[in-house]
């Protein structure tokens, strides 16, 4: 039986970026979107909820996300669904949490608002290279994402 696990959002960002890295020196950067929905009811009332997910970066898209983003800044995730389980140690429980893992991004706006427009990229960027660029040297390994525990990553 086949699978497949990929995930596309449109958001803000909820709070700035945690930019953290492990012992070895790899970039995380853990980051929260918000992603609305609007409909209308029977009634013709207007209803709006928001819907919101944790994101997990790492590597040079870690550390471009920890540069350039802000709270309340749009962003366009693409990634994978990953149930990060871990036992409490305070209560001894097993806890689990779903999180998007971020294989890509993209800036949907100038960034050239309110603080740090000079630093800013002038037009958006995607995280996956263009057709047209020169082929890169073989994929590293992806990387595992570590347990939910503070002695892995200093959070």
Do not use: C
């Amino acid at each position: 039986m086949a699978s497949f696990n990929k995930v596309i959002l449109v958001g803000h960002l909820t709070r700035d970026p945690e930019l953290r890295y492990t012992p070895k020196g790899t970039a995380i950067a853990k980051l929260g979107v918000a992603v609305n929905r609007v409909w209308t009811t029977d009634t013709g009332e207007k209803r709006e909820e928001a819907t919101f997910v944790d994101v997990n970066a790492f590597d040079r898209q870690a550390e471009v996300i920890g540069q350039y983003f802000k709270k309340g800044r749009p962003i366009l995730v693409e990634g994978r669904l990953h149930l990060n389980t871990w036992e409490d140690k305070q209560t001894n429980q097993k806890r689990s949490k779903l999180e998007v893992v971020l294989e890509g991004f993209q800036f949907l706006d100038s960034g050239r608002q309110g603080e740090g427009a000079a630093s800013a990229p002038a037009r958006p960027v995607a995280a996956n290279p263009s057709p047209n660029a020169p082929a890169a040297p073989a994929a590293a390994p992806e990387p595992e994402v570590p347990p939910h525990e503070e002695d892995d990553v200093p959070f």
